[in-house]
């Protein structure tokens, strides 16, 4: 099996997991109670009965149902239900944008320094740097991101005034969000990798190694780290998708106008096509990274095979 | 009242020390100030020389105000607007034909420079002023018809959910429902570029102040085909103190100050930033940070926890006003056992609010005992001074003689347990489990307190599935009738299931006159009848809204209904 | 093998007729196994001796007792409330302060260490069992197989959770089991991942050709060699939805779908007390000690548990 064919064959399937993802999606969103124009202060029916009108909410379901299967066929995410007259792919952009870079540096951050950690974990197995990094690695697992960023954002931005208490208009801004944001990961991947290092230093071609002499450095580069490092890779396929699509909590907390947000604001206010855009928009890039991490796989383990099956 | 009197006298102490300081202030801290002011060269020109205000006060050189939007305005379209968000926004964008005097209460000239009113209260002709748009043009009579035919008409795409707050327009009705098809036969007609002449239903003594109103705002006749013409900062011609300058989704909104302006002297802010942060407990650290000039409500909101601790670590800055809205716990009067009135007239007597006050909502509210709060107009004066809501007393031993009775009249020995449904929010869910707490304490209640999703608890609610839920009431306009005609027979807000015709009739004679007094009794009779007489609902306490203001920050007003008027605030140097 | 030695220098004068046969199983001589049972007391041995092991297991103990009982020494109920009590500090009468509502915290930090165990641990479990046999079976198989359920995973991983929070929120009626389900419903997806990459890498290595070579069933061949060597990240990941269920619990109850207010969770408890953290410390610092407690503890007894579990730690 070539190449061409495996990716079109992964193509096929997640061409109909998207289809699959779309329909739950749109009927489940449709039975939930609620609609775009539910409020408190209520519209007269009148106006109401043209507003169901105007966005063929009155039509029935599977009528409404095809019609945004053809307008998706045709590329088009549609208008925002709430936020009037805004095309729902402006919306994906500008929220993504924010949440997208502010993501990308977490994932960096969290990587570097939880392979670090890790690895000096393994390496040290149970001295004292190991117990020492674990303690931080469970805390930072145990302890959720809003009260590291209530807490950083108290320390570093009020007491010490080293960063600004919230806002996204440069570099410094991105302090805080991203430590937050990577502080479980980071904790999660130093354990992940400290566990899987753990085992390959015992495995056997680690102690071939060894006894053909070859230097430590080179041991660990070409085989404890490309060997410990598969769980993360496992790991950070769908880290990447949710890290870059937002978190609600931190956008929350530090004002940052990203993806999360924006998506939880339109499911509060049952802005549908908003809903239908985000989510179309997080499963293929959830697909998109898992793929990737497939691929990944064969580097990282050259002896996976990917086409799989039970070749015996 | 003397609580209302020692607030005065503390506000007053604070505005006398905050000039002195201020006062002092300003000289040493003019040199400093100068060299870094040199890149704002001409905002302190203008501020400088324009302004002859009020003696020793100095004004800084940067002339940005920041400030906090907890949430972002769906649409900047005046048709299609419908939030508190967006009012504060629009206000400095657009003037309507006329502008709300929140110390005063009373609408002043706008755009109309003048105006007249026929005998019979129903017809107003608007004389308007030389103003232009951003962009040059002349404000014109037409600017208003078009933006009125906008919202009334049912065809505009979407259409505008506040339609209705057109409806006082003779024939505005008919046009959105289509009984009529010719415009022209709708109460609003330009008599030429700088006359517009409005015709309304009935008499409407509040008129004058709707039009102050964001529905009620002129558009200008680029909007005309071009759809999205509200969802960029390049296509929004405005008439207001200021112009949409910046506009990033979620993260930040910028209004400059328009030049063009008919009243431009007056503004002396040159930019206002608005940050988009939707978590008090952030916007209270970048205040006291000096990253906000302002924080807390109506924009904004300083956690409930922190209120007590704020008022007094900052007692200067600290800013509480009272608000015309309304708290209350309604009944599905529909359903056993609430369909008697002795039993919801007990829960009502049982809740503690100067407790609950005072140790839950911390906000310094005012206990409630009647529906419309006051801060509304009356006949003369405020309605609320001249009416007073003493429909009901908290006392425990009366109430559970009330409960005994009407549950003999049920047939029951006991209350059931009973379910409160709130929408998702802690300060909901404190004030639920504090008075589920009272009632079982005083009489013996068990009470499920219900969390819900907004909008289920919303659909909930409307479709009279639930048995206790709570519920808010903000003034539309300043009469008392915004609280009142929500209450009569199938009335689109009523979700109590309340059916009274004798109320009903109360409130369409109310509606029908144009005797200021008359119409101050025909709502107490209605306000008795559904509180005293028949308890649909329980009133817990009217709104005050609690703020913090940098003491050089000037300017800033809170009309009646709690909506924040930025256009004449200034920055003293500090 | 010494005692193989011994039989051999056994006296050899010995007669065919002394020679009966027993009956052998051939296939069952080529299975290369130690024996199971005593596999499990040898990690229990190993085990043993892990002090760090053995002490956080003995505080988790501790905590589940603490939380089953100590409310019962308390004269304070978990949802009464004193309001002219609030937000006291920590004092003889209330050990852990007081809430906003006036509340003993002392009661509903046990209390609601109570629910959250209940949820952290159930939904961990059910993870675990899940996620284990469908990672399982997506990287052994691998192919079409893979293919599908992979997809199916990604797709229930991708519709929007709080869509189906609130379709739960309209169909069930809030409660631990409510809430428990709204956990696990994606909840366990994580785990299948990490066991699908562990499993795809196992899977070729040359123990499993072996085992494979000498006519290993698929079953045994995951259950037996492929799993216990994934038992590492396994351990891991468990370990992290624990917390995970413990603040989402708090979150889904905020929402209104698990256990309601009064009733108390850590969760909750840290979530309501975060904005005051500075003015009424002890509110956050209690529960939120004590989840990190559990954590740890958790965590260390996990390690603990993978170094004698995992065979290949094995001296």
Redesign the interface.
């Known amino acids: 099996m070539g190449m061409v064919r495996y990716v079109a064959?992964?193509l096929f399937?997640?061409l109909?997991?998207l289809f699959?993802?779309i329909s739950?999606?749109f009927f489940?969103?449709k039975?939930?109670?609620?609609?775009p124009?539910?409020?408190?202060?209520?519209?007269?029916?009148?106006?109401k009965a043209?507003?169901y009108e105007?966005?063929g909410l009155d039509k029935p379901l599977y009528h409404q149902y095809f019609k945004y299967l053809g307008d998706i066929a045709q590329g088009d995410l549609g208008v925002s239900m709430?936020?009037?007259?805004?095309d729902v792919t402006?919306?994906i952009g500008?929220?993504f944008s924010?949440s997208l870079k502010l993501g990308v540096v977490a994932i960096i951050v969290s990587v570097i320094v939880g392979v670090f950690l890790g690895m000096i974990a393994a390496l040290y197995h149970r001295k004292f740097i190991d117990s020492a990094a674990?303690?931080l690695?469970?805390?930072g697992?145990?302890?959720?991101s809003?009260?590291v960023a209530?807490?950083l954002?108290?320390v570093l931005?009020?007491k010490f005034?080293w960063v600004?208490?919230?806002?996204?208009?440069g570099p410094i801004y991105y302090i805080l969000p991203v430590a937050a944001l990577s502080a479980q990961p980071i904790a999660?991947i130093a354990?992940?990798t400290r566990?899987?290092m753990?085992?390959v230093l015992?495995?056997d071609y680690i102690k071939t190694a060894k006894a053909k002499g070859l230097s430590w450095a080179a041991i660990l580069s070409r085989h404890v780290l490309r060997n410990g490092i598969?769980?993360v890779?496992?790991?950070l396929?769908?880290m990447t998708a949710n890290v870059v699509t937002g978190s609600v909590v931190i956008e929350?907390?530090?004002?940052?106008?990203?993806i999360g947000?924006?998506?939880?604001?339109a499911?509060?206010?049952?802005d549908y096509t908003v809903?239908m855009g985000?989510?179309i928009f997080?499963?293929v890039l959830?697909?998109l990274a898992?793929f990737i991490?497939d691929i990944a796989?064969v580097f990282v383990?050259p002896?996976?095979?990917l086409?799989?099956?039970?070749e015996? | 009242m003397k609580k209302s009197k020692s607030l005065l006298l503390m506000i007053a102490i604070v505005l006398v020390i905050g000039t002195v300081l201020a006062g002092c202030g300003s000289n040493n801290a003019n040199n400093g100030n100068n060299a870094a002011a040199t890149n704002n060269a001409t905002a302190t020109d203008n501020a400088g020389t324009n302004t002859g205000n009020t003696g020793d006060e100095k004004l800084a050189a940067d002339q940005t105000l920041r400030i906090?939007l907890s949430?972002?305005p769906?649409?900047f379209?005046p048709a299609?607007a419908?939030d508190s968000q967006a009012n504060t926004v629009l206000k400095t964008m657009y003037e309507g034909l006329t502008r709300m005097n929140d110390e005063t209460g009373q609408a002043e000239p706008g755009i109309a420079e003048k105006w007249d009113v026929s005998a019979d209260g129903l017809v107003y002709t608007f004389h308007l002023r030389d103003a232009v748009w951003s962009n040059g043009d002349p404000v014109e009579a037409a600017d208003f018809v078009r933006a009125w035919k906008r919202v009334l008409d049912?065809n505009t795409?979407?259409?505008?959910?506040?339609?209705?707050q057109l409806y006082y327009l003779k024939n505005g009705e008919e046009y959105?429902?289509k009984k009529v098809t010719d415009f022209n036969e709708v109460g609003v007609k330009a008599v030429d570029a700088k006359t517009l002449e409005v015709t309304l239903k009935a008499p409407t003594p509040y008129f004058l102040g709707l039009l102050s109103f964001y529905t009620y705002y002129p558009v200008h006749k680029s909007v005309e085909g071009n759809?999205?013409w509200?969802?960029s900062k390049d296509t929004m011609i405005t008439n207001g103190a200021f112009t949409l300058t910046e506009w990033?989704?979620?993260?930040?909104l910028q209004v400059t100050k328009n030049e063009k302006y008919w009243d431009a002297a007056s503004i002396k802010l040159s930019k206002i930033d608005f940050?988009?942060?939707?978590?008090g407990?952030?916007?209270l650290?970048?205040y006291?940070?000096g990253?906000l000039d302002r924080a807390g409500g109506p924009t904004g909101e300083i956690p409930t926890d922190q209120i007590p601790i704020v008022s007094k670590e900052l007692p200067n800055e600290f800013v509480r006003k009272g608000i015309a809205s309304v708290y209350y716990y309604e009944f599905n009067i529909t359903e056993k056992p609430f369909d008697n009135a002795k039993i919801r007239k007990a829960l009502a007597m049982t809740v503690n609010r100067q407790v609950l006050i005072d140790n839950v909502t911390l906000g310094g509210q005012l206990p409630a005992y009647g529906f419309v709060p006051p801060g509304i107009a009356g006949a003369n004066g405020e309605y609320r001074t001249a009416v007073k809501d003493s429909y009901f007393t908290e006392d425990a031993e009366a109430a559970k003689a009330l409960l005994a009775e009407g549950l003999k009249e049920e047939g029951l020995d006991k209350l059931p347990t009973v379910t409160l449904s709130y929408n998702t929010s802690e300060g909901h869910k404190k004030i639920a489990l504090a008075i589920a707490d009272m009632w079982k304490n005083a009489l013996g209640i068990d009470v499920q307190t219900v969390n819900q999703?907004?909008?289920?608890f919303?659909?909930?609610r409307?479709n009279l599935n639930y048995q206790i839920a709570r519920?808010g009431w903000t003034a539309?306009y300043n009469d008392p009738m915004t609280f009142l005609d929500m209450w009569v027979t199938g009335g689109?807000?009523n979700d109590t299931g309340y059916a009274n015709p004798e109320y009903d009739k109360l409130i369409n004679e109310a509606k029908a006159s144009s005797d200021l007094a008359a119409r101050q009794e025909m709502f107490a009779k209605a306000e008795k009848m559904l509180i005293e007489d028949d308890m649909i609902l329980i009133p817990l306490y009217y709104y005050t809204n609690n703020s913090l203001t940098k003491e050089y920050l000037k300017g800033v007003t809170l009309d009646f209904s709690g909506a924040i008027d930025l256009t004449r605030g200034y920055l003293l140097e500090h | 093998m010494a005692s193989d030695k011994n039989l051999v220098s056994l006296d050899a004068n010995l007669k065919p007729e002394d020679f009966r046969k027993i009956g052998i199983d051939e296939k069952q001589a080529e299975v290369i196994q130690r024996e199971s049972l005593s596999a499990w007391r040898d990690s229990w041995q190993r085990l043993r001796q892990n002090k760090m092991a053995m002490t956080a297991l003995g505080i988790l103990g501790l905590i589940v007792l603490a939380a089953i009982f100590a409310p019962y020494f308390s004269k304070f109920n978990y949802y009464s409330n004193d309001l002219l009590n609030t937000n006291k500090p920590p004092s003889g009468d209330h050990f852990f302060g007081t809430d906003d509502l006036g509340r003993d915290i002392f009661v509903r930090t046990w209390y609601g260490a109570r629910i959250s165990l209940i949820v952290g641990l159930a939904a961990a479990a059910i993870d675990l069992l899940i996620g284990v046999i469908y990672g399982g079976i997506m990287g052994y198989?691998?192919?079409r197989v893979?293919?599908?359920m992979?997809?199916f995973s990604?797709?229930l991983?991708?519709?929007?959770y709080?869509?189906?929070v609130?379709?739960l929120l309209?169909v069930m009626e809030p409660s631990l089991g409510t809430i428990i389900l709204a956990l696990t419903i994606t909840g366990w997806i994580?785990m299948s991942?990490?066991v699908?990459?562990?499993i795809?890498?196992l899977k070729?290595?040359e123990f499993v050709l072996a085992s494979?070579s000498m006519g290993a069933g698929?079953k045994r061949l995951l259950f037996r060699h492929l799993l216990p060597?994934a038992v590492?990240?396994i351990?891991?990941t468990i370990?992290?939805s624990v917390?995970n269920a413990i603040?989402a619990e708090a979150f889904l109850s905020f929402l209104g779908l698990g256990v309601q207010a009064p009733v108390a969770s850590l969760g909750s408890m840290?979530?309501d007390s975060?904005t005051g953290?500075?003015y009424y410390p002890w509110r956050f610092l209690f529960p939120?000690i004590l989840?990190?407690l559990?954590?740890?503890s958790f965590?260390?007894f996990g390690?603990g548990l993978?170094d004698a579990l995992?065979p290949?730690?094995k001296k």
């Open positions: 064959n992964k399937y997640m109909v997991s699959v993802l739950a999606t489940l969103m039975a939930i109670p609620g609609d124009f539910t409020s408190e202060k209520k519209v007269p029916p009148e106006i043209r507003l105007q966005y709430k936020r009037l007259n805004q402006h919306l500008q929220t924010a674990m303690v690695a469970v805390l697992i145990a302890v959720p809003f009260v209530s807490v954002q108290y931005a009020y005034h600004p208490v919230s806002g996204f208009k999660f354990r992940l566990s899987s753990l085992e015992h495995a598969l769980p890779v496992t790991y396929g769908p929350q907390i530090f004002g940052i106008g990203g947000k924006q998506f939880v604001e499911i509060g206010v049952r809903i985000i989510t997080y499963g959830l697909m898992r991490t796989y383990d002896r996976i095979k086409t799989g099956g039970k015996g | 906090n949430a972002e769906p649409t379209d299609q419908q049912p795409d979407p259409t505008a959910p506040y339609a209705y959105y429902t759809a999205k509200a969802t990033t989704t979620g993260q930040s940050s988009l942060v939707n978590s407990a952030t916007e650290l970048s006291k940070n990253e999703e907004w909008a289920v919303i659909e909930n409307q519920a539309d689109g807000n | 198989f691998g192919g893979d293919n599908i992979n997809k990604e797709i991983y991708a519709i929007p709080l869509l189906v609130i379709l309209v994580n991942w990490i699908r990459g562990e795809m890498q070729n290595r494979r698929s060597n590492g990240p351990i891991v370990t992290l917390p603040f840290i979530n975060l953290w500075l939120a989840v990190s559990i954590m740890l965590n260390i390690d993978r995992d290949k730690l």
